[in-house]
């Protein structure tokens, strides 16, 4: 009976330096890394509460239509009509800007 193949069998086995020993010293050196950049990536994402108002301003139909477009578009289009769009909308915006669950309204993924 022969023996069953192996994919190991076609290539040659490298072996890396170090090995586990290294990997976790990398990683017990840089907790405090992690966390001024978890600090950091917090401050670049809005909080629930936050989203409740974005949310909000998402299904107040009074503002017109937002399929197709950004929340700050559409802010500024109520804005330009006289609807009187709430500023804090505006703040939050302003703030998150590079967030795309702050950019983009509920709908954004369906298809028009």
């Known amino acids: 009976m022969s023996r069953k193949r192996l994919i190991t069998d076609s290539f040659q086995v490298v072996k890396k330096e170090g090995g586990r020993e290294e990997r976790k010293a990398a990683q017990a050196q840089s907790p405090s890394q992690d966390l001024v950049q978890a600090e950091s990536h917090l401050q670049d ?28 578009q559409r802010w500024e289009r109520a804005k330009f009509l006289g609807l009187n769009p709430p500023t804090t909308v505006q703040d939050l ?17 369906y298809t028009l």
Not at 56 to 66: A, E, K
């Open 45 to 72: 994402t809005a909080q629930p509460d936050e989203l409740e108002i974005l949310k909000q301003f998402d299904l107040s139909w009074q503002y017109g239509p937002c399929t197709g477009i950004t929340r700050m």
């Open 93 to 109: 915006l302003l703030k998150y800007n590079k967030d795309p669950f702050v950019i983009y309204s509920l709908w954004h993924e």
